[in-house]
T-cell receptor, first 118, second 114 residues
Framework: GAVVSQHPSRVICKSGTSVKIECRSLDFQATTMFWYRQFPKKSLMLMAT?????????EQGVEKDKFLINHASLTLSTLTVTSAHPEDSSFYIC??????????????FGSGTQLSVL | DQQVKQNSPSLSVQEGRISILNCDYTNSMFDYFLWYKKYPAEGPTFLIS?????DKNEDGRFTVFLNKSAKHLSLHIVPSQPGDSAVYFCAASAWGTSYDKVIFGPGTSLSVIP
């Protein structure tokens, strides 16, 4: 299946700093990527939909200025957590939609990034 | 408002027996459903999906059943194996609508006991 690479896998940062997470589709072009957040023992919460060449669509309750998303190419989307605070500590996962093979919604997920803000 | 529900947070099954994971949804616009498997600190892995025009889809040991009138779907794993122990997420989407994105349920943690 398609491969989605996400980096870094783990990051520890001080409160007030910004952290950038990269999501790449390695063997297919992804016009749409999704960013999810997972709290411990909780579901995957969709944060935003990232469309190549246009502004991201954020879910209700997600701060646009806090979580900056850029999808500058068909293979790369980035999530920047600006001025991170301890409450931003979470597991962030990106996914990409691969339309090939007729699998309409067969999302492929990255391996996730565990963010810990001290 | 949780649109995709998995009311059993956990499930334990003996190896070799059938595992049945349930999922309910509230949004009648959903027309495509998926099951994902997830290990801790990893991204979810796609298992199986079903379109709303079908009521059953089978792939090896995994079968998904869809009951549209009841807004209910289930994942059957037969026979269950210890390696199936993971968290299983039910997900749904609605093509061409504001829900043209994958919405996940809260997950069910499956433990297959050897």
């Amino acid at each position: 299946g398609a491969v989605v690479s996400q980096h870094p896998s783990r990051v520890i940062c001080k409160s007030g700093t910004s952290v950038k997470i990269e999501c790449r589709s390695l063997d297919f072009q992804a016009t749409t990527m999704f960013w999810y957040r997972q709290f411990p023992k909780k579901s995957l919460m969709l944060m935003a939909t990232s469309n190549e060449g246009s502004k991201a669509t954020y879910e209700q309750g997600v701060e646009k200025d806090k979580f900056l998303i850029n999808h500058a190419s068909l293979t790369l989307s980035t999530l920047t957590v600006t001025s991170a605070h301890p409450e931003d500590s979470s597991f962030y996962i990106c996914s990409a939609r691969d339309w090939q093979g007729g699998f309409r919604e067969k999302l492929f997920f990255g391996s996730g990034t565990q963010l810990s803000v001290l | 408002d949780q649109q995709v529900k998995q009311n059993s947070p956990s499930l334990s099954v003996q190896e070799g027996r059938i595992s049945i994971l349930n999922c309910d949804y509230t949004n009648s616009m959903f027309d495509y459903f998926l099951w994902y498997k997830k290990y801790p600190a990893e991204g979810p892995t796609f298992l199986i999906s079903i379109s709303s025009i079908k009521d059953k889809n089978e792939d090896g040991r995994f079968t998904v059943f869809l009951n549209k009138s009841a807004k209910h779907l289930s994942l059957h794993i037969v026979p269950s194996q210890p390696g199936d122990s993971a968290v299983y997420f039910c997900a749904a989407s609605a093509w061409g609508t504001s829900y043209d994105k994958v919405i996940f349920g809260p997950g069910t943690s499956l433990s297959v006991i050897p």
